[in-house]
């Protein structure tokens, strides 16, 4: 039984990036919606289920073989599909839902897909694809896999066509494409799990989960200088003036041209002496 804690989430986000353990973060941040979550089940689940692949597989396989043997199990044999009916529903970004609902968004499905794949030994890497993450495959070809559609293969060409319109030219697509493919740090993909919360909970008007999200944010990349700020709107939200103040103050430090950095030192200004007050 494994139950994380807080300081088991800092602990986990605090090793080098290659060192971090997508899965065991994943599932500590669901432990803020489920905090008697016994995360090993899960962890045990991606085990058990590479290990059931392995038993039938031949290292000696090609690759695109080895892969299809993994697509196979996971959404033909376990049956895992994107949530398209209730995407924004909060359960699709908690890793213990998904592997029990067997249905997420694109984040999370691509974190199944990793998490078993690098138990078998592939060669996988996450991609931060705007508006819809992927899995790629690494070597002298790659292979773009998007697990949302049951592990789909993407060509190239058709990455452009979904990048044009957030570019505003397919010509711009085509120039934006090796950064938007390239391979996502680990702590991006956990950073992108939290934004995909923080969304969520904005849309509801929850500022206590809200809040819970942005300290996870805080706590995954302290120098992250937008995480602090929007840390401090929410904490000033909440009437907490002086965190606010010092999130505010911490953000100007690691942005201090900021496009948005008088408007933060008016806030500060505003709060600081409410803050003195009521202390």
Known sequence: MWKPSPSDFEALVSKPDEALDIARIALALAMDAYP???AGTYLAWLDTTAEAIADAADLRMPLPERLAMLDRQLFEV?????????????????LNDVIERRTGIPITLSVVYLEVGWRLGLPLVPV???????VASTGSRRVFIDPFN??????PAELVVRLAPITGSVEQ???SLPKA?????????????????????ERRGDLELLLVVSNRMVA??????????DRGHVLA???????ACHDYLHYLRLAPFAGDAADIRERVDRLRPIATRLN
């Open 220 to 229: 995954l990349d302290p120098e992250d200088a937008a995480a602090r700020r």
């Open 181 to 201: 493919t390239a391979p996502a740090s680990r702590r991006a993909v956990a950073m992108r799990i939290l934004r995909n919360l923080k969304g969520i909970y």
């Open 173 to 175: 697509a085509r120039q």
């Open 36 to 38: 008697d979550l016994d």
């Open 237 to 243: 939200r909440l009437e907490c003036y002086r965190a």
């Open 128 to 134: 931060s694809f705007p508006a819809h993450f992927l």
């Open 150 to 155: 049951r592990g789909a293969r993407v060509p």
């Open 78 to 94: 376990e049956g895992f599909r994107g949530n398209r009916d209730d995407y924004f529903d909060p359960r699709n970004s908690f």
